[in-house]
């Protein structure tokens, strides 16, 4: 019971007020008590490239796109942050990322642009939407995919989506360019946009190391 | 309550509305009641017609959209009843039909044969308004309030596991498709006159 307390009390000193919010009231046996007790977890630096997700950014708006469907990665952090700032874009943030298929078919047949954000685990997780919702009914979708898992990955977990998404990508006969420097980015994102709604098919920009991840 | 009879019940309100129906005996009886270029059948990716109605919704503020569910579908895409919930278009009514089994699969039961609620999830994900209807009367009566609520609402309508003795018709599917997109062109081409 000492201890908890002594939880409660952290949470006053620890956690600030965020942002304009009224500070979070702690009382005993809450989740922020909880969290208050273990020790201070130190994130390492996240070095996502803020100059290329703006140029993404940028580009998206400027090829119409009005809707963004998105599942957070770190990769996407900029570019969900923009899209959220934006009063112009819809920004809908998912549960997981099939739904966004659904949603860009929806879009699209009300004649509304829309682009999906998501890592290429979100991707392997969608194919079914996307062969029997949008290969089906002939629905250009936009994919942005974070390509984690290539050379560079540190991270265990990711290495085998790297390993597999480019081969599925092609086993589903959907276009693919990889973007990874800035130079890539405004004409691929225009040309794959273009066949999409050329040939009613989904497209995929794989955003790669080389241009998300600044080290 | 048959789902044949609350398809005819609710026809009528669905002229003026955008549907969008999941696959199988929905889209079809649907259809033997009478096709509209404002019905949309999602013959497949089960578990997707909220999430395209919700992407309807968002881009045509101006229109109504009705999404024909279905037990088995919601079940494989509960996620996103928390997306429907956290936008919660006022122009999206959700109804789903619940025969507690994949009947068009042989009538396998699904787990609200099991005491799964569907509206209880909808509630608990943050839809605002739900209900559960199990008469022709309670249907129509909920249908109405919620298309006069401009709150997102989930209807769930338990219905009878029978259907009909097929699932393909002679509207084919890009027809189907192509023709629904241009009733919305259109309407909003009207709309801007």
């Known amino acids: 019971m000492e201890a908890v307390s002594n939880g409660d009390a952290q949470v006053d000193s620890v956690l600030p007020a965020d942002g304009g919010r009224p500070a979070r009231r702690a ?39 009005r809707i963004v469907s ?68 002939r629905i250009p979708l936009l ?34 360019a990889r973007l990874e420097s800035p130079d890539h980015v405004a004409t691929r994102i225009a040309k794959a946009q273009t066949l999409a709604y050329s040939a009613s098919r989904p497209v995929a920009l794989l955003l790669c190391r080389d241009l998300m991840w600044e080290e | 309550m048959r789902r044949l009879d609350a398809l005819r019940a609710l026809y009528p309100e669905l002229e003026r509305c955008v549907v969008v129906t999941i696959m199988g005996a929905v889209a ?33 503020p101006d229109v109504t959209v009705v999404v024909l569910d279905g037990d088995g ?27 507690e089994s994949l009947l068009s699969v042989g009538g396998f039961p699904t787990a609200t044969s099991t005491g799964s609620d569907l509206a209880g999830i909808a509630a608990a994900a943050g839809v605002p308004n739900t209900t559960t209807v199990r008469t ?27 259907g009909p003795s097929g699932y393909v018709t002679d509207l084919s599917l890009l027809e189907n498709r192509y023709q629904f997109a241009r009733f919305l062109r259109e309407s909003q081409a009207k709309e801007g006159q």
């Open chain 2, 73 to 99: 579908s919601v079940l494989m895409n509960l996620g996103g009843l928390t997306t429907l919930a956290r936008y919660r278009p006022p122009n999206l009514v959700h109804v789903v039909f619940d025969n």
């Open chain 1, 27 to 65: 009382s005993r046996y809450t989740v922020d008590a909880f969290c208050a007790m273990r020790p201070r977890v130190t994130f390492p630096r996240m070095p996502v490239s803020v100059a290329s997700s703006s140029l993404i950014y940028d580009c998206l708006k400027r090829q119409g796109v």
């Open chain 1, 70 to 137: 998105a599942l957070p990665e770190t990769w996407l952090v900029h570019l969900i942050r923009m899209a959220d700032d934006d009063p112009e874009m819809t920004l809908v943030r998912l549960a997981k990322e099939e739904e966004g298929v659904g949603i860009s078919a929806g879009a699209h047949l009300a004649g509304v642009k829309s682009a999906m954000l998501m890592q290429n685990h979100g991707f392997l997780a969608s194919v079914n939407g996307i062969v029997s919702c949008a290969q089906l009914y």
């Open chain 2, 136 to 162: 022709l009367d309670d249907l129509t009566t909920s249908f109405a309030a919620a298309l006069a609520a401009r709150a997102l609402t989930t209807i769930v309508a338990k219905v009878d596991a029978v």
């Open chain 2, 28 to 60: 079809a009886e649907l259809q033997s009641i009478g096709h509209r270029p404002n019905f949309f059948y999602l013959q497949h990716a089960m578990g997707l017609a909220s999430s395209l109605g919700l992407g309807l919704a968002l881009a045509r």
């Open chain 1, 143 to 176: 994919m942005l995919i974070s390509h984690r898992g290539e050379f560079g990955e540190r991270d265990p977990w990711q290495t085998e989506g790297g390993g597999v998404t480019e081969h599925v990508l092609d086993a589903l006969r959907i276009p693919r």
